[in-house]
């Protein structure tokens, strides 16, 4: 196809999972496609990374060699709470260990490969939808495109441009932040473990060359608290939990500080505003703690894929391909995302954690139940 300048079928900004992997079947399906990504890859990300099973052969249909990787397979889940006291439960379907440097770089190079213009250290500063054609503003010029999707996470200053409905909606008491390191330290290859502390949790996992993933999340509030200092925090809160204690003293860790993000908020937002099909996090956000956020995104970019085909098909009309990403989404996804905020209320809590390891040791069916609840079937 010849491409005209700064022209697109499709516009992603935001080059995460979810843009990556859209990105990715849009240009196997023969549809031009410019990706901006506000960051240079390869970079870190807060992120537990801890990839759900549920997405492996989406991963390896869509061009990348998991299994030449060899990542770590994480069957076992452990909970633990700062008493001590810990569940264990073997995973229904598990997950793969992988981190974000090297999977979302791996995916920017697949979609380069195939044909995407990714432009990445690009922030797009604006976008505008007038006569059926998106213009979008970024560092790098002026793009127009027929179809734009918001795959730009969590918060971005374009939802402030879209006058996005979650904005006014915000509660102060559900805002989070994320701290996550890379660690070396003697730990089984296929356990994922959750330990909460007051106000928070920390999940610990392996990914790639003996590298451990050690992320954890906590209400702002609590680091506030510590005059904004981190480690101060880590002494005085997580360590009351005898794992962390552990793991933060025995651990070799690889940088020299911790990757951290703000502005973290659980809940679903809406899956299209101003006629842009929102992707993943920036359609809604599901608790870190389920470990299935980047199935959630690849799951919608699966989805979507489907559908923008139909519409250049011309088979749906715009207002149909809207209707039916938005019916997708709610009912795909809300219901997983709703449980994931309970989950993650009672493990923020340490009387309620103490009490919910004693009832799923008890009774472990209903462990495994819940967890069931948090996570989606292969795509
Ligand atoms: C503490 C924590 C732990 C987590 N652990 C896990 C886990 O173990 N497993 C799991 O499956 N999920 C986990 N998640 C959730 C997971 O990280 C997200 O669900 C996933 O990253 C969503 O992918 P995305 O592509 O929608 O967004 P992102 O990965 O956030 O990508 C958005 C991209 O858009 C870019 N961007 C933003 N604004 C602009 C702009 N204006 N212009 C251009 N680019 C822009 C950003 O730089 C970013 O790269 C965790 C989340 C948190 C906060």
Request: glycine share 8%; with cysteine; charged share 25%.
């Amino acid at each position: 196809m010849i491409q005209e300048h700064n022209k697109f079928q499709v516009a992603i900004i935001g080059g995460g999972v979810s843009g990556l992997t859209l990105a990715v079947q849009l240009a196997d399906a023969g549809y031009s496609c410019v990706l901006f990504e506000r960051n240079r890859y390869p970079f870190h990300k807060v992120c537990g990374e801890y990839v759900s099973m549920e997405s492996w052969h989406f991963l390896e249909r869509i061009g990348l060699d998991l299994t030449e990787m060899k990542l770590p397979q994480i069957k076992e889940v452990r909970v633990s709470s700062p008493s001590g006291h810990m569940f264990s439960q073997m995973h229904p379907i598990g997950g793969f260990g992988i981190s974000r440097y090297t999977l979302d770089s791996e995916l920017a190079k697949l979609a380069k490969d195939k044909g995407v213009q990714v432009k990445d250290a690009c922030k797009v500063t604006d976008l505008k939808f007038d006569s059926e054609v998106f213009t979008i503003v970024s560092e790098k010029g002026i793009y127009t495109s027929e179809l734009c999707v918001g795959a730009w996470g969590k918060q971005s200053g374009l939802d402030n441009k879209l006058s996005r409905g979650f904005l006014k909606k915000q509660d102060r008491t559900q805002n989070y932040v994320g701290i996550k390191y890379h660690v070396t330290l003697d730990f089984p290859d296929d356990i994922i473990e959750l330990h909460n502390f007051k106000n928070g949790y920390c999940g610990m996992s392996k990914i790639e060359e003996n590298k451990y993933c050690l992320c954890y999340m906590t209400v702002a509030e609590n680091l506030k608290k510590h005059g904004g200092d981190i480690k101060r925090m880590e002494k005085e809160v997580l360590y009351q939990n005898p794992f962390l204690k552990t793991y933060f003293t025995k651990s070799h860790f690889l940088f020299e500080k911790p990757v951290a993000i703000s502005q973290i908020k659980i809940g679903y937002k809406s899956a299209v505003e101003a006629h842009v099909l929102m992707l993943g996090d920036t359609a809604g956000n599901i608790a870190p703690l389920s470990g299935n956020g980047m199935s959630i995104a690849m799951r919608s970019s699966f989805f979507l894929c489907q559908q923008v085909e139909r519409y250049f098909k011309q088979q749906i009309s715009r207002e149909q391909l809207e209707k039916r990403y938005e019916r997708f989404w709610k009912s795909q996804f809300r219901s997983r995302i709703r449980i994931s905020g309970c989950l993650q209320y009672l493990l923020k809590n340490t009387a309620l954690t103490n009490m919910a390891i004693g009832l799923f040791k008890r009774i472990p069916a209903l462990g495994d139940k819940v967890i069931r609840a948090t996570y989606g079937s292969p795509f």
